[in-house]
């Protein structure tokens, strides 16, 4: 019986010592899908030039084509800045990201900068004027889910939450029933989301964006996709890029940017993280905000021959890039993955 008493008080006072050591460790730092390691600039070469530049100020709404943007530490400035979002059943305090694949007719919401104000227009409505500047007094912070990522954006008030309740109810009367009512919030600067991968020398920071802070396309992908697909017409705006670039002495080979390591254009330094995975938003018709009822082009990206499903390629930026301005025309030198 001691014996057995003895032994019992031995594996109490490992377990507890086992115990101490586990919770006195540091807890581990945030996981990453992947680690980015870019080739030396000197392993660029000229390849391309920018050819069109697109700003996406709303999540989901329609774009801006623009000659040049600024780079911020999220990506371009005010790129996925502002945001719609609707409660969330399991937790009131926390909302949940509300995108075009909820309400398509939400890509017939034009944003556009005047002055110190962002306006958005939609069909039949009034213009909504919202200040630029970001007031962390007044604005009222709330918690935002943007798919697995937890952070938190500035609501812009009732006018605006008005605004586009309004409109999507009108556009949406069923979607809106399980969808509904939203709310804008933009950006908080005081806390960012880390990007989906981790690359030394960048601020692996975004604001909304699905994953990365810049999405590049080429043109000559775009053309191939146009080739393959029948009875509709396929243009860089169903794959909300925000850099599109051409060959310069010539075409690029289809698909060639899922396959650069790194770019630069002008004195801004880029690393190409990841191919982009693609989804039913590329279904949308752009101008109407109309889901296709045959799912193109999407089922023709997921029969590519390299990376299906996958379109255009996400980069992150140096943080010496940032302040500096991509403008159309740059030229484009290149790196490729060993």
């Known amino acids: 019986m001691l014996t057995s008493v003895a032994f019992l008080a031995f594996v109490y006072l490992i377990t507890q010592a086992f115990l101490v050591f586990v919770l006195s460790k540091p807890a581990p730092p945030k996981s990453k899908k992947k680690i980015f390691v870019p080739q030396p600039k000197s392993a660029e070469s000229l390849s391309a030039k920018v050819v069109a530049l697109h700003l996406f100020p709303i999540k989901s709404c329609h774009s801006m084509t623009v000659d040049q943007l600024e780079i911020s530490t999220t990506g371009f400035k005010f790129d996925r ?14 909302r949940r990201a509300v995108t075009a ?14 002055g110190d104000f962002l306006h958005v227009d939609a069909p039949g409505m009034e213009t909504l004027k919202i200040p630029l500047k970001y007031n ?8 935002v889910r943007v798919w697995g990522d937890r952070t ?3 609501d812009e008030g009732d006018a605006c939450a008005e605004w ?9 009367p069923e979607e809106f029933k399980t969808y509904g009512p939203v709310r804008l919030v933009r950006h908080s600067p005081q806390e960012g989301r880390e990007a989906e991968v981790f690359s030394e020398g960048t601020s692996n920071e975004i604001a909304f964006a699905d994953a990365h802070p810049f999405l590049l396309v080429s043109q000559e992908s775009v053309d191939e996709l146009d080739r393959r697909v029948d ?4 243009d860089e705006r169903r794959f909300r890029g925000n850099i599109i670039v051409s060959g310069l002495k010539e075409k690029l080979a289809p698909f060639a940017e899922e396959t650069w390591n790194s770019c630069s254009i002008g004195p801004s330094r880029f690393f190409c993280v990841a191919p982009v995975e693609r989804c039913k938003m590329t279904t949308i018709e752009p101008d109407q905000g109309v ?8 089922l023709t990206v997921n029969a590519k021959e390299s990376n299906p499903t ?11 890039s940032e302040g500096q301005l991509v403008k159309v025309g740059m030229e484009v030198f290149v790196s490729k993955n060993a």
């Open 81 to 94: 800045f502002w945001l719609l979002v609707r409660e969330t059943v399991d937790d009131p305090t926390l």
């Open 101 to 114: 694949r909820n309400f398509p007719k939400m890509m017939t919401i034009q944003p556009s900068f005047h």
């Open 136 to 143: 962390s007094t007044s604005d009222k912070t709330m918690r």
């Open 152 to 154: 938190h954006g500035a």
């Open 164 to 172: 586009f309740n309004k409109y999507l109810s009108e556009q949406h």
């Open 231 to 234: 009875g509709i017409d396929v």
């Open 291 to 298: 889901f296709d009822k045959e799912q193109r082009p999407l």
């Open 310 to 320: 996958c379109f255009g390629v996400g980069l992150q930026h140096t943080k010496e």
